[in-house]
RNA sequence: GGGCCCAUAGUCUAGCGGUUUAUGACGUUGCCCUUACACGGCGGAGGUCCCCGGUUCGAAUCCGGGUGGGCCCACCA
């Protein structure tokens, strides 16, 4: 039977290597069982990523896969990592001190991919494995594998047939510390301080005029001035030119309602570009082009003797030379937002350069529409995705100049400049080791092969596509598509999420996945974001060195989704305390059912009462797991388990159970103590599976005939089990017992104190019923005699005597 | 500036029109070694359910308006 204390390390490695030699978890592509898919979200593999905030999210979904099993699904679950992408490209540079300037685009590429399997590997074992997800690791794929790439690759050829993607030189999205463009969706706000500058500038006909800007360093760049067509001060002024001081050029002044004559001094230049303000007037307009600023972030030549000066640095020497001049009349102090690289947080620039794009702008509606196909889990989240679908300003941008990625399958034609893709067929390539396959349009032979990558969403895009194998086996696909879940978190709903459903869309007019659901987002003890560079990180493996894993999967099975948690060590003493109450239970649950099989038998009231309220908690934990209200479910559970079965059903049938004497008392008790705690184990199983396990194996694998709970399965409801009667006559027997217990520690007495009577007064209808409990009242309670009477104290529906 | 979410005892949380004198847990406190569990059991204390209006016979729950927090987006040159 099970020993005094739960050994959770040795028990947690023991069911661990059980699972995972018998593939208990495997996806069976034979089976008839309907299929839940899961998208999981591949991870990073760069070290130090993986926080107890990831512990959590992949845990969560993790409960969700062990649900879905036990409810009879064929559960599709592959793990994954991302291994493609900036993050593994700056952690190589930064370890081994190098930068993709200094060595091949092939060997950077080898240490890159090296190091993320390394990486892979730790996480695997440590996090992943450690904490008992249920993967069928036959599924694995990471984004950096030739099968992604591929599909990646494909789906870029797909959409250039389709006509949905251009090359276009525009202005673009620029991280000067990357070296690459971005797409809209890798900009993050921040706040700093910076200077509002008024500035002369000298009109050609004689006089001047105040504008303020705080890129004075942006002036070599300027080619415009615009005023509010209302602006009574300035009305005079449009059509008239001004000369850009320090730099000379003359430039028109014009009238464009978006200037906020209240912002500066009411009047705006514009510099090729700044913002992306500069971007819509100088396309409206059709003003030149005139490019100031170098893609690392330096003024070029049209800067005169400020070249190569990086920006601040040329920001404060033409401020100053304008001081001089006697040009600057003021400065302010201006709180700005500044859009900045997510990865690095430099501030961007635009920058004309040649780029690739996927179309998005002209779906705006039908992206719509897709979502609102899709279940959003909580469904508000919906509503952020269209806020970000409606608002979009820009195509998706899918080139990025950088080395470690998927690249794209595109030469130019040395002689007449035409692009070719890549056939299907030949897919994956790196055109910058094969030619085409034939020859250009032109007759030419000769090309130059595209040294840019994707960006990384070009493949965590197909992630659906990736997992499900959809060019390697496109019949099945057919079958798997949309996929059942894709879990995720908030953050990315612009990307991941967004992305996701625009391609699907392009590819196969379908949604990607039946259901989204947002993941709990981990705040600090003082409900802050972990950001490793904040130092309020806490690791994983810190947790586990302190607490069970089935402790910290209890903690994960409180969390809401979609909602954000602080993390607090504390909330764990709750898991800890559960995972022991349910290994003494179930201790002395076992003893009792030592050799005991169940049969059916005649049930007493209190057993009518339990098995009642067991098949609500049944319903409740299904339906909300259904929803993934993983925590209302587990709560429900929980309740039950503690309060009803142990608290008060197993203390009502313990005279009995210790009786020496077989008697019908006894067996209608096991029999339900068999089945209440074998669905205790069961509905709790997703959530704390270890614990669970070795408690099913001592006892229940051998009389449920099943190799493990985890494929057992999931208890059903049965209406016909609700006894509405027997709940009222036993919340009553409750609510006694209870009272009882009040008067004997009120007194100082022990519980088993003997009494002598008690006498209830009750409604004469439930008299027949409740006398039906008395054996159960009598040992429960010590005492000798019970009748029906007089009461004096009120409990509940009843009142009641008590005489020691 | 726009959108979304949240607001319940010291802390976390359930409830989301009447079944509630608001649930459970952590913490706190008194009693009890009760043949599973003292890593426990039984009790207790602890709450203007953020504020102001409204709808309703009835509001923690619905509506409007505040206040405070969080997130997403936009943005002023």
């Known amino acids: 039977m099970l020993d005094k204390r739960y050994n959770a390390e040795e028990i947690e490695k023991k069911w661990q290597k059980f699972w995972e030699k018998n593939k208990l978890y495997k996806f069976d592509s034979k089976s008839k069982k309907p299929i839940y898919s899961i998208d999981t979200p591949p991870p990073y ?84 494995k450690r904490l008992g997800h249920s993967y069928d690791w036959d599924l694995m794929y990471t984004t950096i594998d030739s099968e992604a790439q591929k599909v990646s690759q494909f789906s870029f050829v797909d959409l250039h047939e389709k006509g949905h993607v251009y090359r276009a030189e525009e202005p673009t999205l620029w991280c000067p510390h990357h070296q690459t463009a971005l797409a809209q969706a890798e900009l993050e706000g921040v706040d700093r301080n910076t200077t509002l500058n008024y500035i002369y500038f000298e009109l050609v006909d004689g006089g001047k005029i105040e504008i303020a800007t705080t890129r004075p360093e942006l ?129 961007v620039e635009f920058i004309v350069t040649k780029q690739w794009f996927i179309k998005a702008l002209d779906f705006k509606k039908e992206l719509i529409k897709q979502g609102r196909k899709i279940n959003w889990y909580p469904d508000f989240y919906r509503v952020r995705y269209e806020d970000w679908t409606k608002n979009l300003g820009w195509d998706w941008c899918i080139s990025r100049q950088r080395f470690y990625g998927v690249p794209m399958p595109i030469w130019y034609c040395k002689d007449c400049g035409k692009e070719v893709v890549a056939e299907k067929s030949e897919l994956p390539i790196d055109p910058t080791i094969k030619k085409p396959s034939k020859k250009c349009k032109c007759g030419s032979d000769k090309f130059e092969a595209e040294n840019d990558v994707f960006d990384t969403w070009m493949t965590s895009s197909m992630s659906p596509e990736i997992s499900v194998r959809w060019l390697e086996n496109p019949k099945e696909f057919k079958n798997r598509f949309p996929i059942s879940l894709r879990p995720q978190s908030h953050d990315i709903i612009r990307t991941w999420a967004f992305y996701t459903i625009l391609k699907s869309y392009l590819h196969f007019n379908e949604i990607p996945w039946k259901d989204i659901a947002l993941g709990t987002y981990i705040l600090d003890d003082k409900g802050k974001g972990m950001h490793k560079s904040k130092g309020n990180v806490v690791w994983t493996h810190e947790v586990l060195e302190n607490y069970d894993v089935d402790t910290l999967r209890y903690w994960v099975g409180t969390a809401t989704w979609g909602e954000d948690l602080a993390f607090k060590e504390n909330d764990l003493i709750a898991g800890r305390k559960f995972l022991t109450k349910l290994w003494n239970a179930s201790r002395f649950v076992l003893m009792h059912l030592e050799g005991y099989s169940p049969k059916k038998v005649e049930l007493e009231l209190m057993d009518k009462w339990l098995l009642s309220k067991m098949n609500k908690v049944i319903k409740e ?78 006892y229940y694998a051998e009389q449920e005939g099943d190799k493990s709970v985890h494929i057992s399965e999931w208890p059903k409801y049965e209406e016909k089990l609700i006894d509405k009667n027997a709940e009222e006559i036993g919340n009553i027997v409750i ?45 429960t309670l010590k005492v000798e005699e019970i009748e029906f009477g007089k009461g004096k104290e009120k409990v509940g529906k009843v009142k009641i005597s008590i005489f020691e």
């Open 45 to 128: 593999a760069s070290s130090g990523h993986l926080h107890i905030g990831h512990a959590l999210h992949y845990t969560q979904f993790e409960i969700i896969a062990r649900f879905r099993r036990m409810k009879g699904y064929n559960v599709h679950f592959p793990p994954c990592f991302d291994n493609n992408g900036l993050p593994t490209e700056k952690y190589v540079e930064e370890k081994f001190k190098i930068s993709k300037a200094d060595t091949t685009r092939a060997e950077f590429r080898k240490l890159c991919l090296k190091e993320s399997r390394d990486i892979e590997k730790a996480y695997s074992d440590k996090v992943f």
């Open 735 to 779: 609510d006694v017992v209870s009272a009882v217990r009040r008067y004997k520690t009120g007194k100082g007495l022990s519980l088993k104190t003997e009494l002598n009577k008690l006498v209830i007064e009750c409604d004469k209808k439930l008299e027949e019923d409740l006398k039906k409990t008395f054996d159960d009242l009598k040992g």
């Open 621 to 698: 934990a299904t339906d909300n797991f259904m929803k993934y209200n993983t925590s209302v479910s587990k709560k429900a559970v929980e309740q039950f388990f503690w309060h009803d079965l142990c608290d008060n059903y197993l203390e009502i049938v313990k005279s009995a159970l210790y009786n020496e004497e077989d008697s019908t008392r006894k067996e209608s008790a096991k029999y339900i103590l068999y089945y209440s705690l074998l669905n205790v184990l069961k509905l709790i199983a997703p959530i704390i599976p270890h614990i669970s396990e070795e408690i099913y194996q001592k």
């Open 219 to 347: 002036l070599p760049a300027c080619v415009g001035i615009f005023v509010h067509p209302e602006d009574k001060r300035y009305k005079k002024l449009v059509g008239k030119k001004a000369v850009v001081p320090l730099f000379g050029q003359k430039v028109k002044i014009m009238k464009d309602e978006h200037v906020d004559m209240e912002f500066g001094s009411g009047i705006v230049m514009i510099c090729t570009f700044g913002d992306t303000n500069d971007i819509e007037w100088w396309k409206k307009y059709k003003l030149e082009l005139k490019v100031c600023v170098t893609k690392d972030g330096e003024l070029n030549e049209l800067a005169g003797k400020y070249k190569g000066m990086k920006f601040t640095e040329a920001k404060q020497a033409i401020i100053g030379d304008i001081d001089k001049e006697g040009l600057l009349i003021k400065q302010e102090k201006l709180q700005q937002n500044v859009n900045t690289c997510w990865r690095c947080n430099t501030p």
